[in-house]
Nanobody
Framework: QLQLVESGGGLVQSGGSLNLSCAAS????????IGWFRQAPGKEREGVSA???????YYLDSVKGRFTISRDNAKNTVYLQMNGLKPEDTAVYYC????????????????WGQGTQVTVSS
């Protein structure tokens, strides 16, 4: 059974950076598409970025040029490097995996981590 654990969240000032990690256990991650999602209080969960097994990437328009998704299959881990953080990026960030599909819709993904809090102060 695939299990995902996010880490790397925290409190950062506007303009700062964080690097989130999504570590997998139970299966090899290399065959899975991985998505990063976020959910702010009172808002729906939204897709931020995704990476396919072949390395193709997707980004939410508002994070293009600031966030970079990458994967290290040897470490069974996917990363989300977040630069130029803004207060509106504040949310709980989740990673999710699916072996068949890729995209920014949460409904695509079968496996989810527990989330990590990202707070950006102004």
């Amino acid at each position: 059974q695939l299990q995902l654990v996010e880490s790397g969240g925290g409190l950062v000032q506007s303009g700062g950076s964080l690097n989130l990690s999504c570590a997998a256990s139970g299966v090899a991650l290399e065959d899975y598409a991985i998505g990063w999602f976020r959910q702010a209080p009172g808002k729906e969960r939204e897709g931020v970025s995704a990476i396919g097994s072949g390395g193709y990437t997707y980004y939410l328009d508002s994070v293009k040029g600031r966030f970079t998704i990458s994967r290290d299959n040897a470490k069974n881990t996917v990363y989300l490097q977040m630069n130029g953080l803004k207060p509106e990026d504040t949310a709980v960030y989740y990673c999710a995996a699916d072996i068949w599909r890729i995209g920014l819709s949460p409904s695509i993904y079968d496996y989810w981590g527990q989330g990590t809090q990202v707070t950006v102060s102004s």
